[in-house]
């Protein structure tokens, strides 16, 4: 059987970074764990703990977890309520198909003032008589019994009627000892060696010891199974290229693709992935002139019949259909805008070069010869005319 492991409660606090000390969720269901050890000193921040679908037989080691609000044991080995007490913060308790058979060990949970849920089915107390009544009066801060409501005047019924139906559920109590007994004695001379084709084909007890029995034997072929599963695991590895070491077209997987290449701007490449298929399960690499996606270890790739950009393609992933699309830029495509330059500068390149001793000027408002410096002779004698003219009065300061 498994044992509770720091290497095993680590793996399980990914969501933590692995950091243990300050869990306070840790879920360890359908781990084959038989024995509640350790979490106390490792895990004291605990405040959910998920120990459901193991073969824990006995509640223990569980009184350092002051912190601990919701604990699920169900579809254990448990036969007895107890080691709960200390347990100061819990809030909800699930036992749902365990085999407890005492059900005076439900007054352990007395001191468990919070308790407000409590799931009890799937035992034999619950089928005991008046095992409803019984639970409530002796528990009276529960809410719900088994998902159902306890109203106020069902509580009050039940603590008049305890005394009355007490000495009832007691005898079915001891009734029930005496058949779990026989029934061990039963289990004791059945031959635990017989083929496993045989085994699951008889029917057998419901009791913590079957149930211990089919977990051993489905761990078998489980292992029976990895082992087959290593061997499929070293098939021949598929080749990506050829002896020139160019890629080669592949599909592995099998799957529908349509590629869309008549867009002078990209490629379209659409694979039909399944639709349900964890994206983390997909791996893409698009490369300049091929493109490969990795589906649960299966390669697709395809080859292109020309460069692509690897920074700007993109791979996206249909919410509707599942479908994967990779768009690659090609390399060859250039905007018109580019292309007009380009041009220009060609034009620019071809026309007559320019002499050697040719004088160039700068053309500035050939309408307006202000700033033309030739004339600049021509200019001051305008104005000497206009000084020495008679007619115009001098000029007058004020």
């Not at 409530?136 to 306890?150: F, G, M, R, T």
């Not at 410096?373 to 004698?381: A, P, W, Y």
Request: aromatic share 6%; hydrophobic share 35%.
């Amino acid at each position: 059987m498994v044992k509770i492991t720091e290497e095993l409660v680590r793996k399980k606090s990914e969501h933590n970074e692995l950091i243990i000390g300050t869990l306070e969720e840790l879920s360890l269901h359908q781990e084959d764990i038989d024995k509640i050890e350790h979490l106390g000193n490792w895990c004291k921040n605990l405040e959910i703990l998920y120990l459901q679908s193991n073969l824990i037989s006995k509640i223990e080691n569980l009184q350092k977890l002051k912190n601990l609000k919701y604990l699920n044991l169900a579809i254990n080995n448990i036969e007895k309520i107890e080691n709960l007490e200390r347990c100061e913060s819990l809030e909800k308790l699930d036992l749902t198909l365990n085999f407890i058979g005492d059900i005076e060990s439900v007054c352990s949970l007395k001191n468990n003032r919070d308790l407000r849920y409590l799931f009890l089915m799937g035992n034999p107390i619950s089928d005991f008589t008046n095992y409803r009544n019984y639970v409530i009066a002796q528990l009276p801060q529960l809410q719900e019994l088994d998902s159902n409501e306890i109203s106020r005047s069902e509580r009050i019924k039940a603590q008049q009627i305890l005394d009355k139906i007490t000495p009832g559920v007691l005898k079915d109590q001891e009734k029930y000892k005496i058949e779990r007994l026989q029934q061990i004695e039963r289990l004791k001379l059945v031959d635990n060696t017989i083929p496993d084709e045989k085994f699951w084909n008889t029917p057998s007890e419901n009791a913590p010891e079957t149930r211990r029995e089919i977990s051993q034997r489905q761990r078998k072929c489980r292992g029976k199974a990895d082992d087959t599963n290593k061997q499929k695991k070293k098939k021949k590895e598929v080749a990506v290229y050829n002896k020139q070491g160019r890629p080669l077209n592949i599909n592995e997987a099998k799957l529908d693709f349509t590629f869309i290449d008549d867009d002078p701007k990209e490629f379209i490449l659409d694979i039909a992935v399944y639709k349900y298929l964890d994206s983390n399960l997909i791996d893409v690499d698009v490369q300049p002139i091929y493109v490969r996606v990795s589906i649960k270890d299966k390669i697709f790739q395809f080859v292109l019949s020309e460069e692509v950009y690897i920074n700007k393609s993109t791979a996206q992933r249909s919410q509707i259909t599942g479908h994967l699309v990779i768009k690659m830029p090609k390399v060859s495509y250039k905007p018109i805008l580019e292309k007009e330059n380009e041009s220009n500068l060609k034009k620019i390149k071809k026309s007559k070069p320019q002499k050697k001793n040719e004088s160039t000027f700068l053309d500035v408002n050939p309408e307006n010869d202000s700033m033309d410096f030739s004339k600049i002779i021509e200019k001051s004698k305008k104005i000497q005319e206009i000084i020495n003219n008679e007619d115009i009065p001098p000029l007058e300061y004020i």
